[in-house]
Every structure is written in structure tokens, then in C-alpha cells.
């Protein structure tokens, strides 16, 4: 067979394969938002009739609230992370900056995966906080409001997804003897910002919770759908440990 019109089969099989990469991405994000609402029915549901989460909730609220009184200048710093370091917009934004790289290298499929993982996650806890409309803990002297309903934490999801982009996109540009500190750092990270929300007695326990399951949620099944354009195009599938996309380290990672 001529090599022009071997070309022209192997750009029709990449054309075909980014069809149903695009498909699989959007239905990816639509089965996470389907799932996310009667899992946080569910929770809420557990949360006002299982004594022993409810008790959970009020006591790791209570424990907290008194400490956050008691020691202003350490609730002055969980304020500067809550507020600033670890605020959605400041995830957002980065992760809008890597898309952004991602294009300039033309890794278009990966820039696509983030975009679509960082919007899905924010989408899908505007939807669950809205059917669920669970108040916010009412303490006396708070140091700390917060709008809106309460579950889930939207802090603790955009974390979630937010560290989930940054490590599978970054750990092939990482040596492998510093990807453990990153992971290390991610997981502090997502952990740290649950704890800020609870202890500033703006989010329950369990608020935080359902934010870090319904973010690995919506990144496993887009990491699905991206792996199967990888499977479609024959490249060979990759542990988490590698990142998504190994060949970004190459000139042209999705040639």
C-alpha cells in the first residue's frame, strides 16, 4: 500500500479515536454528575438518622470551635490557607494556567482531560449543594461564614480534583525521586484543607468527606475515558505512578 495513503488511514484512526475520546469525556463527566446526586442524598440522609456520624459531625465541630476560639492567632493562619493558599479560585486558576501550558505544547487530549476534570468537579458540587440544601454549622461565636449550603465542601472537592490534574499531568516532567514527596505534599494538601474547613466551623465532618469522595469520583472516570483514547490509539496503558501521559516529556507528546 502506497505510504500517502497510509497516512491518510492512520490520521483517519486518530480522528476517530479523538471522537470517542471527546464522546467518553463528556459522558465520563455526566455519569460522575448522575452519581453525585443520590450519593449525597444518600449521605444527608445517613448524616440526620445514624446517631454515631451525627455525633461525629457535632463533636468534631464543637472540639474545634473551641480551640479556633481560644487560640485567635492560630485561627488567624487557617484563615490565610482556607482563604487564600488553599481557596478554589487559587486551584482554578492554576489548573487554567497548566491547561494553558498543555496547549502551547500541543498535548491537546491531556489539556481537554484537565479542563473537562477541573470544570466537571466544580459543576457537579454546585449541583449536589443545590438538591441537597444542607445548612452550614450554626455555632455561637464563629470565626468564620461561609455562603451557600454546606455539602458537599467545595473547598475539599476542588482539592481533590485540583492535585489529581497537577500530579497526572506533572509526574512525567518529575524525577523519580522526588514524585513521592509530591505525592506526600498533594496528600497533605487535600487533607489540610478538610481540616481548615472544619475547624473554621464552616463545613461538617462529613461535608468534607463526601467533597474528597465525589472529586476521586469525577477523576477516575475521566482518567477512564482518557485511558481509552490511549488503548484506541495504541500507546500503552500507564500506572497513576507515571502520570496520564508519559510522552509529555517528548516534543510532540500526541503526535
Do not use: N
Amino acid at each position: 500500500m502506497p505510504g500517502a495513503a497510509l497516512r491518510r488511514l492512520a490520521a483517519e484512526g486518530r480522528r476517530q479515536a479523538d471522537r470517542r475520546f471527546g464522546a467518553r469525556l463528556l459522558a465520563a463527566a455526566g455519569v460522575a454528575a448522575l452519581a453525585a446526586v443520590p450519593f449525597g442524598l444518600l449521605v444527608v440522609l445517613v448524616e440526620g438518622q445514624w446517631r454515631p456520624l451525627r455525633r461525629t459531625d457535632i463533636g468534631a465541630a464543637r472540639r474545634l470551635h473551641e480551640i479556633a476560639v481560644q487560640h485567635p492567632q492560630w485561627t488567624d493562619i487557617l484563615h490565610v490557607l482556607s482563604d487564600w493558599i488553599w481557596d478554589p479560585v487559587t486551584f482554578r486558576t492554576a489548573v487554567a494556567a497548566l491547561t494553558a501550558w498543555l496547549l502551547h505544547r500541543r498535548a491537546w487530549r491531556l489539556a481537554s482531560w484537565a479542563a473537562v476534570t477541573a470544570l466537571a468537579g466544580g459543576l457537579i458540587g454546585v449541583l449536589v449543594k443545590t438538591v441537597v440544601e444542607r445548612a452550614r454549622p450554626a455555632l455561637e461565636d464563629p470565626v468564620a461564614h461561609a455562603p451557600g449550603y454546606s455539602f458537599p465542601s467545595g473547598h475539599a472537592m476542588t482539592a481533590t480534583t485540583s492535585f489529581a490534574v497537577f500530579l497526572l499531568v506533572l509526574l512525567p516532567l518529575i524525577p523519580r525521586r522526588l514524585r513521592v514527596l509530591c505525592w506526600c505534599v498533594a496528600l497533605f494538601s487535600v487533607l489540610g484543607v478538610g481540616f481548615t474547613r472544619v475547624a473554621l466551623g464552616v463545613h461538617w465532618f462529613s461535608d468534607v468527606l463526601g467533597g474528597w469522595f465525589l472529586g476521586l469520583a469525577v477523576v477516575a472516570l475521566t482518567t477512564w475515558a482518557f485511558e481509552a483514547w490511549r488503548a484506541d490509539t495504541g500507546r500503552r496503558p500507564t500506572p497513576v505512578t507515571e502520570g496520564l501521559e508519559p510522552e509529555l516529556t517528548e516534543d510532540a507528546p500526541e503526535r
